[in-house]
DNA sequence: TTGTATGCGTTATCAT
DNA sequence: ATGATAACGCATACAA
């Protein structure tokens, strides 16, 4: 149990508290000798540096905060290796914590973060309104990652122009009846479906929206209902890569054949929408890269308090794989 | 920016910090009123209470540390799942930390996790070798997750007879060239190989295990290699999901039929295994309830710290979807 | 290069 | 029920 400290460590190696704590993070003003015996005397006492302690006296101190909004969705991970990518160099530290699909932990879980002091808070997929996310930030600089929120740094695919080359694609091979498998409706996530109606309404189709939600399961049964109507749709669009392979589920249940009598699309470019067996199109939102740039744009928060809001928008692409073709007819 | 203090929120309360403090905590011994007040002039001040400075104070406190292998293997989500549901209620805090693939982030994520002074950690994956988990173990209670380590607690499926009915299963249908893409041999993770041997010996059969890694692109490559053998194998063993994927990928990429020309069978039950395009036959070891027993074990440890080890062991079953038929013959 | 003194924001131990 | 005060383990001037 964390019982030798840096006094015992000093009294071992005949020196003051100062010297080894300034060993310990290899400060200048440490002879190489003393910082040596310092560190063996450390090991041997089974010393491990308290960076609760460090913390409280340095006020603050090298750590940021990672929220992820879900474990199990791929593109969440991606994010994550960016972040610590860039991070890791640097010296920081880093505290996760993680929601719940339907957000209602975001809020909570950005307080214990904010009560663990950490500097900056690099959040990816945050489904907060956006008041309650500039109150966080009021305490605590907010990066917001795969989301724009005004007046916060943010960095984020270009949804709307997502959203579109997705229908797009779908109108360019001949399908009319598109239908978009919609998230619920929250702050910062309806460019997706702004996306898609512009699209649409370009083409002159009539757009189909299907409120769905962040989950597979759901998505499979809002899909299942879908295709039940008279007039079914040929195509869908689901908001996310999740819900798509809900679609692909409801598709397979009900023995529709993809892509012969159904096309679907999804969104995120996960790593379970490579897999060969189902090659699904979908929209690449390049989720390490924005890892890399929220991370980025952290570091320069923390370097520049009263710079102005960082906004970073990168542009997707469509990779168009095996779930989509011309309809039946 | 964290300014506001209990200091402030006493005085701004007319009260003492302890009082506060108290408040906080709601601890017995301030009265209803008094409570309410501060913690009214409390939110109105922004105040946010530091669990930096209280952790010190207290030495200790309720954090406990998880550490996950990897956040791409959905199996880590779904284990994480399992332990905040049982900890949730307790009112204890997590503090997450995240490894590499190949492990070699393992032991400073552990140490990082020791120095914010976690009172326990449940690790999900650990690639270390058991003499470095018991060096980590020796300051703080370490729980094993998905893995069996000789003197700590640890909460596992049982590996040997995960693969063993995998194997048995391609056995019965009437396979004899079923080959095992293993993973790299570690401490702790050998079962799952000895499993097949197992099974293979009972059965009369000759191994044939091909080295590989926890990689689905390298796993993609020595799959390549074993289907381009002069008599390659019918049938396919995994040692994970996505190591099974990579097989999949293989096979998709030489043109090889699945499952008519080649059956395969992979391990974990990770939910991309479950999409209807794949449908891979997979070994199922119920992540979330290994999850759960171990933030269960994690609590006894706690409580009692000199209590002999805990060894849980769930038994798996095989699901068997798609990917696994009779050998083409 | 090394040692000394003070403070970080809280909890905990006494009092009152 | 409430208040004063000493730890907690370390960082950081500042002095030597």
Redesign the pocket.
């Given at each position: 149990m964390?019982?030798?400290?840096?006094?015992?460590?000093?009294k071992a190696a005949?020196?003051?508290?100062?010297?080894?704590?300034?060993?310990?993070?290899n400060?200048?003003?440490?002879?190489?000798?003393?910082?040596e015996r310092i560190l063996k005397t450390g090991s041997d006492l089974g010393?491990?540096?308290?960076?609760?302690?460090?913390?409280?006296?340095?006020?603050?101190?090298k750590t940021l905060g990672v929220h992820l909004l879900d474990l199990h969705n791929d593109v969440f991970a991606d994010m994550f290796d960016g972040i610590r990518e860039t991070l890791d160099s640097t010296g920081h530290h880093l505290v996760l914590s993680v929601g719940t699909i339907d957000g209602s932990l975001d809020l909570s879980a950005l307080h214990t973060l904010q009560q663990s002091?950490v500097t900056a808070i690099i959040a990816a997929g945050l489904l907060l309104s956006d008041a309650a996310a500039h109150e966080i930030a009021a305490a605590t600089p907010l990066i917001c990652a795969s989301r724009v929120i005004d007046g916060l740094d943010s960095v984020s695919a270009d949804d709307h122009e997502g959203a579109r080359l997705a229908t797009q694609h779908l109108i360019d091979l001949g399908h009319s009846r598109i239908a978009f498998l919609a998230n619920p409706p929250s702050d910062g996530y309806g460019l997706r479906l702004a996306g898609y109606h512009f699209a649409m309404r370009a083409a002159g189709l009539p757009p189909l929206v299907a409120p769905s939600a962040y989950s597979r399961d759901i998505a499979a049964r809002d899909t299942t209902a879908l295709l039940a109507t008279a007039t079914p749709p040929t195509a869908i669009i689901a908001h996310n890569d999740q819900a798509a392979f809900g679609a692909l589920d409801a598709a397979a249940d009900r023995g529709v054949a993809v892509p012969e009598e159904l096309s679907i699309v999804g969104y995120d470019d996960s790593s379970p929408s490579r897999a060969p067996g189902t090659a699904l199109t979908t929209v690449a939102i390049r989720g390490r890269e924005i890892g890399q740039l929220a991370a980025q744009a952290a570091l320069a928060r923390l370097d520049d308090r009263s710079a102005p809001p960082l906004r970073t928008i990168l542009t997707p692409r469509l990779a168009v794989r095996a779930t989509t073709a011309p309809p039946a007819r």
């Open positions: 964390s019982h030798v400290t840096m006094e015992d460590v000093a005949g020196v003051s508290r100062a010297l080894v704590s300034l060993a310990y993070r400060a200048p003003g440490v002879s190489t000798a003393s910082r010393y491990r540096h308290n960076r609760i302690a460090a913390a409280l006296a340095s006020k603050g101190g002091r």
